[in-house]
């Protein structure tokens, strides 16, 4: 029997979303970070900028702090593209769930409670006439590895077919690993990519992915 239940949002579950919403998309600036720094461009810089600096003013500490200063800026970058997608979602949707789902045809959000608590939540809404959206779809860190994430993401595979979807559609980013792997396991499959044209996105090459899961027809 599964340690958790699945149902609809209420208004007294806010705070915990919203706590859980910050550490689930601040989690991923480690990732970024890394990420960031394998890029061709940021190897090169690594090579030969610090070893230029010391060759030509003969100076450790000024080819040391070039290295510093470097990994302080794909750090700083790299919570800059998360915070502002986090603020983003705080100051819009997320500020009034009633409002952006509950209060919506054909839209949604659903709370994974166990012990009493949120674990985990996610969002649905249509995207044009025959396409879900699946939105929002966080876990907390504790509640990982039992299966809650695969459970909300069938609530919402179930509620597209409820409203005569053919198609559940999301984006994920190139750092969420374990999204990236549930949603393949589930039967998602990658459809696009792009990058956001704001500075740090394009600077870091942080990739949006796009994923469709088409719903069977059962006719």
């Not at 949002?9 to 480690?30: A, F, N, P, Q, W």
């Not at 166990?114 to 907390?140: H, I, T, W």
């Not at 909300?152 to 198609?167: S, T, Y």
């Amino acid at each position: 029997m599964a340690a958790y239940r699945i149902r609809t949002y209420k208004e007294e579950d806010h705070k915990t979303v919203c706590e859980v919403l910050t550490l689930g998309i601040r989690e991923h600036i480690s990732p970024l970070f890394k990420y960031a720094l394998k890029l061709p461009r940021a190897r090169l810089f690594l090579l030969t900028v610090p070893f230029a600096l010391f060759v030509a003013f003969e100076s450790l500490l000024l080819s040391t702090s070039s290295v510093v200063m470097f990994l302080a800026f794909v750090w700083y970058g790299s919570s800059q593209v998360l915070n502002s997608y986090l603020y983003r979602y705080l100051r819009e949707d997320i500020s009034d769930i009633e409002h952006s789902y509950l209060q919506k045809k054909g839209a949604c959000f659903w709370v994974a409670e166990s012990n009493g608590e949120v674990a985990g939540f996610v969002a649905a809404d249509l995207k044009g006439e025959k396409k879900m959206e699946l939105q929002r779809m966080y876990v907390s860190k504790k509640h990982r590895l039992q299966g809650i994430g695969k459970a909300l993401c069938q609530v919402v595979i179930n509620f597209a077919r409820e409203q005569g979807c053919e198609a559940v559609v999301l984006e994920t980013s190139i750092v969420q690993y374990a999204g990236q792997k549930l949603y393949e396991r589930m039967g998602f499959k990658r459809t696009n990519s792009y990058v956001s044209p704001i500075f740090f996105s394009k600077l870091l090459h942080f990739v949006m992915m796009g994923y469709t899961y088409d719903i069977p027809n059962t006719v």
